[in-house]
RNA sequence: CAAGUAAAUCGCCUUAUCGCUGUUUUAAAUUUUUAAAAUGGAGGAAAGUCCGAACACCGUAGUGCAACAUAGUGGUUAACGGCCACCGGUCGAGAGAUCAGGAACAGUGCAACAGAAAGGAUGUACAGGUAAUGCUGUAGUGAAAUCAGGUAAACUCUAUGUGGUGCAAUGUCAUGUAUACCAGUGCUUGAGGGCUGCACGCCCGAUGCUGGAGGGUAGACAGCUAAAGUGUAUUGGUAACAAUACAUUCAGAUAAAUGAUAAGGGCUCUGUAUGGAGUACAGAAUUCGGCUUAUAGAUUUGCUUACUUA
RNA sequence: CGGGAUGUGGCGCAGUCCGGUAGCGUACACGGCUGGGGGCCGUGUGGUCGCAGGUUCAAAUCCUGUCAUCCCGA
């Protein structure tokens, strides 16, 4: 099993962000929202992902830092069993618009839940698709 | 012992598993990736951005006015509005705390209510005095009543100082585009611009400038961490601080690393046979010196003690 | 990194420049007009002027520090 979450792995591009936050679709399973977009990555991987934690809600940087460190936690430890069944290359980002600073097992619950739902919406939007290209 | 006062220091630790990031070495791969190993990886305030510098660029930044800052004396420092010492004022029983602490015989203002009168004004009562007169004292109003009055954190004056903008500075490379379109304005009789407000002066200036509607980039490297560094000792100085000697290398990210989980141990509070609860404030962003603010808890040292009680 | 604004009854705002009385609308309570409601009229309650310190005889107002909220530029 691959528990890596290093730098190629991160969303970092600023204009592809721009463009992420534009175009994506989203869904939501409180208090994580998960946008996405399908898109194409140079350096041949299949995903990059980035977290967000608004100020709005939480002023102190240290709360920020907390919550940033855990959702990359929970999504370091499960992403091999996310994305068993993709094939199409994809851009995330995951933010938090909870007001509490969560425990990292909550936050594991609710990132599965995320991508149960990802996964339905993906599935449902691509034949879609394929019926307007046909 | 208690209460107080001034100053200094620390601000959780260990192990295991899974990760992140910088550097170095080796190997693969081959010209920037992968793997392994070694090693470094948040603070006393990293915070607020309130002062002062370093460094970089703008035209080596001219004159006048304006604006702003500072304000006892001396010292300290790269510099300061910081710090130290002394003098003076105010507060406190004291140790001690605190102060924008220059000028009101340069000028202009301001003073509610009360009061006869509030800065060119002298009234009432009583007493004293005179040739005569608010001439003198007391009472009364008020913060202040003739005192070279008060007020300059009112304008002002005096002294001193300040060019501007900031690492998104700045330099190099890569990628890409529109010197196109519409409207206005201007081309040496000068539009507009130049990184402080105004005036003058100076300089640049036609593939220009302003507006509209649009197009493109938003990556990499350098700057970027060895420095007014840090620690210890000695010497000089009342002190801030300085000098000398020895030792030492101590973050460098960029949607932004420095973490997560588990177990055990400290410490504090509560309870006392086991236990339970808590463990603060807070996260580097060019770098330093200060200031200010937040902070569970712990440690050390100097000094004071009026009243009250023993 | 830099620049700016605001904070005053429950709510929305004056007053701050040029210092002496804190006021307006709305809301709330009571009374009146009406058969009742609405509306109008009258009376009243309610404010540490964000916080701390200073200047002054006197501070919402002047000065310094600080806290919070909001906005703008690169």
Known sequence: MNFSFNNKEKLKSKKLIDTLFSNGQSVSAFPLRLVFMSTHFDDGLLFKTGVSVSKRHFKRAVDR???????????????????????????????????????????????SQLFDKFSKANSNITPQENEADS
Do not use: V, W
């Open 65 to 111: 830092n907390r919550i940033k460190r855990l959702m990359r936690e929970a999504f370091r430890l499960h992403k091999a069993q996310y994305f068993d069944n993709i094939s199409t290359p994809h851009a995330f980002m995951i933010l938090y618009i909870g007001k509490e600073i969560p425990s990292l097992i909550q936050l594991e619950n609710k990132m």
